[in-house]
């Protein structure tokens, strides 16, 4: 059970708008903490997407955004495409036990 | 341009060790520390620990305190992670990222390391 909570899976159709959601409590990113999401594709390496809660790294479409309030944290995707299809996480910091970087559970996004 | 390129795949038994490699290039080694994950088939993102390229400074997730140790060498500006008494469960693609600061966005990845542990 991871410390952030995702949703497993979301889907949309072709240029379409999804809103991922990141839902964490006040040990992380109710604490004020920042949050970066990632994208992953099956075989390769993560790539991040958006850090420190809305900042678009170069190279990064700006079909892409990213928004936190609260304790939540959202990835949307606008103009959604067939090779938006991948997993994507979310990363905090947790002040907690369990110490330190933690990452949701991932979500799975199919674009039908 | 900025990367990081791991060793090869490994396999070992249940019990060993291993060591994986992660050589950084195209930007200054020592300004960026390198965290650790890793993922397990079929599952999501795992946190494993970061180290300082700066100073050696290094923390770890609670589940691999102990069990893991990461260094760095500045004379080749690679990092490693080693971990030991391995067991099936960790049979997964373990990545080194680049990033800063308690909660690093890590912006450069590299391209993952397989190890199977298998009798």
């Known amino acids: 059970q991871s410390v952030l909570t995702q949703p497993p899976s979301v889907s949309g159709a072709p240029g379409q708008r999804v809103t991922i959601s990141c839902t964490g409590t006040n040990s992380n990113i109710g604490a004020g903490y920042d949050v970066h999401w990632y994208q992953k594709l099956p075989g390769t390496a993560p790539k991040i997407l958006i850090y420190e809660n809305t900042n678009r790294p170069s190279g990064v479409p700006d079909r892409f955004s990213g928004s936190k309030s609260g304790a939540s944290a959202s990835l949307a995707i606008t103009g959604l495409q067939a090779e938006d299809e991948a997993d994507y996480y979310c990363q905090s910091y947790d002040s907690s036990l369990s110490g330190f970087v933690v990452f949701g559970g991932g979500t799975k996004l199919t674009v039908v | 341009q900025s990367q990081l390129v791991q060793s090869g795949a490994e396999v070992r038994k249940p019990g060993a060790s291993v060591k994986v490699s992660c050589k950084a290039s195209g930007y200054t080694f020592s300004n960026y520390g390198i965290g650790w994950v890793r993922q397990v088939p079929g599952q999501g993102l795992e946190w494993m620990g970061w180290?300082?390229?700066?100073?050696?400074?290094?923390h770890y997730a609670q589940n691999f305190q102990g069990r893991v140790t990461l260094t760095t060498d500045t004379s080749t500006n690679t990092a490693y992670m080693e971990m030991r008494s391995l067991t099936s469960d960790d049979s997964a693609a373990y990545f080194c990222?680049?990033?800063?600061?308690?909660?690093?966005?890590?912006?450069?990845w590299g391209q993952g390391t397989l190890v199977l542990v298998s009798s």
């Open positions: 990222a680049r990033g800063n600061g308690y909660n690093p966005a890590l912006d450069i």
């Open positions: 180290i300082s390229a700066y100073n050696g400074y290094a």
